[in-house]
T-cell receptor
Framework: GAGVSQSPSNKVTEKGKDVELRCDPISGHTALYWYRQSLGQGLEFLIYFQGNSAPDKSGLPSDRFSAERTGGSVSTLTIQRTQQEDSAVYLC??????????????FGNGTRLTVT | QKEVEQNSGPLSVPEGAIASLNCTYSDRGSQSFFWYRQYSGKSPELIMSIYSNGDKEDGRFTAQLNKASQYVSLLIRDSQPSDSATYLCAVNDNNFNKFYFGSGTKLNVKP
């Protein structure tokens, strides 16, 4: 079956521009996560969606970052007025559920964002 | 912020040896633990999950969990050069909502 799909795979933008990153989770997965990974670093949690519940935005680094998830499926991460420090790989992951111990994350291939 | 600690490495082992990767976590209420493998330039892929104290074996991989010591490890037997990657430890919090990742241990398996 299809895995987590992210687009674009690469994005180069100029400082100050807005960007939108898209994630299409595995069908039927109710939980969706966004992470950021800077070069040589670990995964930094950004935001989490579960079904129709209010998202957990506690990891968003500034108010320039926002995300939405329409119809409980596709999610868009928007970064406004991009800065060079936003350059990273943005990873989306989905999970079948969140209630239960054995419910791992399935990652997409990521979007590599470069802000020049 | 809940902490998940890993030695960044690199850990170098010869082909055929056992590689031992370690991870400690700060939240005593954590319930589920995962090991992901990440090749350079690729996204993480799940290797194993464990949630009960003790050992869990899957082929050449064994995950070990000790909740009292807040310690989880991954053993790779008969290491192969194709095992060379960064291994990420992930911990699911006691509300099963967030996954916290360590910064990863880079493993080099030398032919």
């Amino acid at each position: 079956g299809a895995g987590v799909s992210q687009s674009p795979s690469n994005k180069v933008t100029e400082k100050g521009k807005d960007v939108e990153l898209r994630c299409d989770p595995i069908s039927g997965h109710t939980a969706l996560y966004w992470y950021r990974q800077s070069l040589g670093q670990g995964l930094e949690f950004l935001i989490y969606f579960q079904g129709n519940s209010a998202p957990d935005k506690s990891g968003l680094p500034s108010d320039r970052f926002s995300a939405e998830r329409t119809g409980g499926s596709v999610s868009t991460l928007t970064i406004q007025r991009t800065q060079q420090e936003d350059s990273a790989v943005y990873l989306c992951a989905s999970s079948p559920r969140t209630a239960g111990p054995d419910s791992p994350l399935h990652f997409g291939n990521g979007t590599r964002l470069t802000v020049t | 912020q809940k902490e998940v600690e890993q030695n960044s490495g690199p850990l170098s082992v010869p082909e055929g040896a056992i590689a031992s990767l370690n991870c400690t976590y700060s939240d005593r209420g954590s319930q589920s633990f995962f090991w992901y493998r990440q090749y350079s330039g690729k996204s993480p892929e799940l290797i194993m999950s464990i949630y009960s104290n003790g050992d869990k074996e899957d082929g050449r991989f064994t995950a070990q969990l000790n909740k009292a010591s807040q310690y989880v490890s991954l053993l790779i037997r008969d290491s192969q050069p194709s095992d060379s990657a960064t291994y990420l430890c992930a911990v699911n919090d006691n509300n099963f909502n967030k996954f916290y990742f360590g910064s990863g241990t880079k493993l080099n398996v030398k032919p």
